[in-house]
Nanobody, 129 residues
Framework: QVQLVESGGGLVQAGGSLRLSCAAS????????MGWFRQAPGKEREFVAA????????YYADVMKGRLAISRDSAKNTGYLQMNTLKPEDTAVYYC??????????????????????WGQGTQVTVSS
């Protein structure tokens, strides 16, 4: 059974940084795509970033572009989301998600919540002003 477990959220002042982790288990990670999404109160879940495990190809949403770095450690089956220069509007629950996809070209599917088969429980990020 596939499990995704996020960690690393917390309270940080504006301008600060956090690194979120997503530990994955229960499957091999060939052809794996890991995505990160966030959901603020009263808003829809939105795409933040994604990474193709095998090639380390990365994808970023414009909303936090330039302030993020997504990476993975294949030996630990763990993905990371480094977030810098955080703003109060970045306050949200952050989720990681997983998908196995054999296609070489996934277009923009990585940005859709419905694309992913597995989700973590989320980790709260609160940015104070």
């Amino acid at each position: 059974q596939v499990q995704l477990v996020e960690s690393g959220g917390g309270l940080v002042q504006a301008g600060g940084s956090l690194r979120l982790s997503c530990a994955a288990s229960g499957h091999t990670f060939t052809n794996y795509i890991m995505g990160w999404f966030r959901q603020a109160p009263g808003k829809e879940r939105e795409f933040v970033a994604a990474i193709r495990w095998s090639t380390e190809t990365t994808y970023y949403a414009d909303v936090m572009k330039g302030r993020l770095a997504i990476s993975r450690d294949s030996a630990k089956n763990t993905g990371y989301l480094q977030m810098n220069t955080l703003k109060p509007e970045d306050t949200a629950v952050y989720y990681c998600a997983g998908k196995w996809d054999l296609r070489l070209d996934i277009g923009s599917d990585f940005s859709r919540t419905g694309y992913y088969d597995y989700w973590g429980q989320g980790t709260q990020v609160t940015v104070s002003s």
